[in-house]
């Protein structure tokens, strides 16, 4: 009994501290994400609301499994856990074909025993029908556990596919590439290296989509004096193809075609103010492509 209480004690808390934590570093990366600027905030509560609608589909029918186990004497919380941590989906599924048949009592010797067998296999008692006419009452139990899990799993698919035909028709993200706030693509891009580190950027990529807009935020001290330094190579430039440096303050946005630089670009600042500027590379077709920019 004390075995027991302790598995649901740990299961009752551990669930919820693996969401708090799933929460927490959604937190984070909305930090990250420049509170996530330039996106519209419907995007993020969906995606919010399909991880907790996710979350708590799992933890309903790691419920609702751990009861079924204690029924038939299984470990509880191991397959609770299984149930969680692979998805309902997936762990109801192995579960179903592992479980075990309910067992029930020797009321002789205590020994765990199938509700249809006629004597104890311990001890040899013979078991009356009478005995088990309780146990054989198999109907579904903790029905409130599968039906939450089920609207639980309703809403999840809503949020989800909300989030998908939002994402895929681009409406709430921005994409304007002299946008004051925070450009988010809708392609991809192969990248070999991206880090900024003392105050220099460094990317490396191998291709993107059409147009992907890869971003820095800087920052000019001294708009009068200060350069942008930018030494990039494209190693791959087929016909059309161009890779576009955006300077973007305020209501000020200057572009320089930075595609086949003869030697590192030095751009004066002055048209711009002190604070942070975003500053941007366009890919539009290259590939292989190097670069570093630095303001000093």
């Known amino acids: ?16 501290v693996i969401i708090l934590l799933i929460l927490l570093r959604f937190g984070l990366y909305f930090l990250k994400s420049d509170d996530f600027s330039g996106l519209s905030m419907l995007l993020p509560i969906l995606l919010l609301c399909f991880i907790l609608f996710a979350l708590c589909t799992s933890a309903l029918f790691a419920a609702w499994v751990y009861q079924d186990c204690k029924r038939r004497g299984d470990d509880p919380l191991l397959w609770a856990v299984v149930v969680f941590v692979t998805t309902p989906f997936i762990g109801v599924l192995i579960y179903f074909l592992r479980r075990s048949e309910i067992k029930t009592i020797c009321p002789a010797c205590q020994h765990r025993i199938s509700i249809k ?20 009452r198999q109907g579904t139990h903790h029905l409130k556990f599968i ?6 799993m309703v809403l999840m698919l809503v949020c989800l596919t909300g989030f998908i035909v939002s994402a895929a028709t681009g409406n709430g993200i921005n994409t304007n590439v002299i946008s004051n706030d925070h450009i988010w ?9 991206n880090a900024y580190q003392n105050d220099v950027w460094k990317l490396d990529f191998r291709s993107a989509s059409e147009g992907f807009v890869k971003e820095q935020n800087m920052t000019v001290t001294d708009a009068s004096a200060q350069l942008l330094y930018a030494d990039i190579s494209c190693g791959t430039v087929p016909d059309g193809a161009t890779l576009v440096l955006w300077l973007v303050q305020g209501d000020v946005a200057k572009s320089i075609d930075v595609t086949n630089l003869p030697e590192p670009l030095e751009y004066p600042l002055n048209e711009f103010q002190n604070g942070k500027i975003y500053v941007r590379l366009q890919i539009n077709g290259v590939e292989d492509t190097i670069s570093e920019i630095y303001i000093q």
């Open 117 to 136: 067998a006629k004597y104890c296999e311990e001890c040899g008692t013979p078991v009356k029908k009478e005995d088990n006419s309780i146990m054989t």
């Open 147 to 152: 039906i939450a899990g089920m609207i639980s």
């Open 185 to 193: 693509n809708l392609g991809t891009i192969s990248m070999n290296y």
């Open 1 to 16: 009994m004390n075995h027991t209480k302790k598995d649901s004690l740990l299961l009752y808390i551990g669930i919820p």
